[in-house]
């Protein structure tokens, strides 16, 4: 191995018997490139992500993977992404991953939190702010936005939570108590209070968990929280923001914490004028509301026109460009700005936060 591991970090190793390991080595180098830095020698690699690291060595039988992380969620984060990558890759293959060091199977997630309801508000008619409260959010103030919340299948009975598996990944309780999981962004945190106020849209649906259980939320409500997760968005001097109502708590949250130096276009579609919110920044914002009109939602070309018209200007030496919104928007968007006009996939990204007529069960983000 070319490179040392930090010393105060926190460790797990994991000897993986593995058949095809140099070819799956291959393939978590491939595919780690999109989401990190690595590096690669003869029979090993060094991967670096925002939230921990890892070491790989492989021979003919067997893969041994060291993962390191400044604290216990980015060393959960490490184990979880490697095992389930190197399980995914084992073709034909289904190696036992135990791993050994910090963080033993069967204790609690590091990312997860229990979370109570304190109160429920109305943003408009169609967005509903749950404030939640629970222990030790500090972590949850970095590192990105985006919680994955976890909802009780009764409200009456005490819910059974994740923990953690021998091989990393979260180990879900099933049958009468199985979860249902919807991603969410953190609206706003307060971590000496340690509160979070998350938005959540009231969309169309028969079967809708996520909208219906805000609807319903009422204070004292438990649900489960695992994360941050998202990573933070690059430095630049002009923005340009695309979204949907799902990405307006995204977006208002990006736009509080931007610093006064630098410029931001947003485009918003919502549902009508009365879905419009205030927006606070320090930056100089263009702010541009879009409306449906009675359209359903994720049936528009709103956000691909309105990007058209603004363009990307080429005189930005630091420009960045952020969407989310439905699925097809997002291919649509992806296809102009990576396709037709070359944008460097440095300088853009485009979330799929969700899809029509598809659950997010079902949804790859
Ligand atoms: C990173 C990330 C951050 C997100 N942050 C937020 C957030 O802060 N607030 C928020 O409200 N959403 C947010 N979303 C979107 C949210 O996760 C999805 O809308 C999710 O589908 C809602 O789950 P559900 O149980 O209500 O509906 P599901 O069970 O997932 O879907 C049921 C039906 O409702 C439809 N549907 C889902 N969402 C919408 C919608 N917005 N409008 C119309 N129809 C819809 C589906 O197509 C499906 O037919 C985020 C998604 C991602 C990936």
């Known amino acids: 191995m070319e490179r040392t591991m930090t010393s105060s970090f926190l460790r797990a190793e994991a000897r993986v018997a593995l058949a095809g390991a140099i070819q799956v080595m291959d393939k978590l180098c491939g595919h ?49 992404s490697l095992a389930e990558h190197i399980l995914g890759f084992a073709e034909g ?29 109305n943003v408009t008619p169609r967005m509903r702010r749950v404030r939640l ?39 879900w ?10 991603i969410y962004t953190i609206r706003e945190i307060d971590v000496e ?25 009422s204070p004292g409500d438990i649900v489960g929280a695992m994360g941050p997760a998202g990573g933070e968005l690059p430095e630049a001097d002009w923005y340009l ?43 100089a914002l263009d702010i541009r509301w879009m409306h449906r009109n009675g359209a359903p939602a994720g049936t528009t070309s709103l956000l691909e026109n309105a990007v058209r018209e603004v363009g990307v200007p080429s005189n930005e030496a630091r420009r960045f460009i952020w969407a989310g919104c439905e699925q097809k928007s997002c291919r649509c968007l992806k296809r102009l700005l990576r396709k037709e006009w070359k944008v460097p ?19 790859e983000h």
């Not at 995204?250 to 009508?272: F, G, H, K, Q, Y």
């Not at 969700?354 to 997010?360: D, F, I, L, Q, V």
């Open 193 to 217: 209070r340690g509160e979070i106020d998350i938005d959540f849209v009231l969309h169309e649906g028969d079967e809708t968990p996520g909208a219906t259980w805000a609807r319903q939320a």
């Open 32 to 80: 780690f490139v999109e989401h990190g830095r690595v590096e690669r020698f003869e029979r090993s690699a060094r991967l670096d992500f925002v939230y921990g690291s890892a070491a790989v060595e492989a021979d003919d039988g067997s893969l041994v993977v060291r993962a390191e992380g400044a604290d216990p969620t980015g060393l959960a984060y490490v184990k979880w």
């Open 93 to 121: 293959e289904t190696p036992r991953i135990s791993w050994t060091g910090d963080g033993a199977a069967g204790s609690p997630l590091p990312y997860f939190r229990e979370m109570r309801v304190v109160s429920t508000t």
């Open 133 to 171: 409260q629970g222990p030790d959010l500090a972590r949850f103030a970095t590192g990105g936005m985006h919680v994955r919340l976890l909802f009780p299948p009764k409200p009456d009975i005490a819910p059974q939570w994740p923990v953690t598996g021998e091989d990393g990944r979260p180990v």
């Open 345 to 363: 996939t440095s300088e853009h990204q485009v979330v799929a936060y969700w899809r029509t007529g598809h659950s997010a069960d079902k949804v």
């Open 241 to 283: 923001f695309a979204g949907d109502e799902t990405a307006l708590p995204a977006i208002s949250r990006i736009l509080a914490e931007l610093p006064a130096n630098c410029r931001a276009t947003v485009l918003l579609e919502v549902a009508d004028a009365s879905e419009e919110q205030p927006l606070r920044s320090a930056a």
């Open 173 to 182: 309780p099933s049958g009468d108590s199985r979860l249902v999981m919807r």
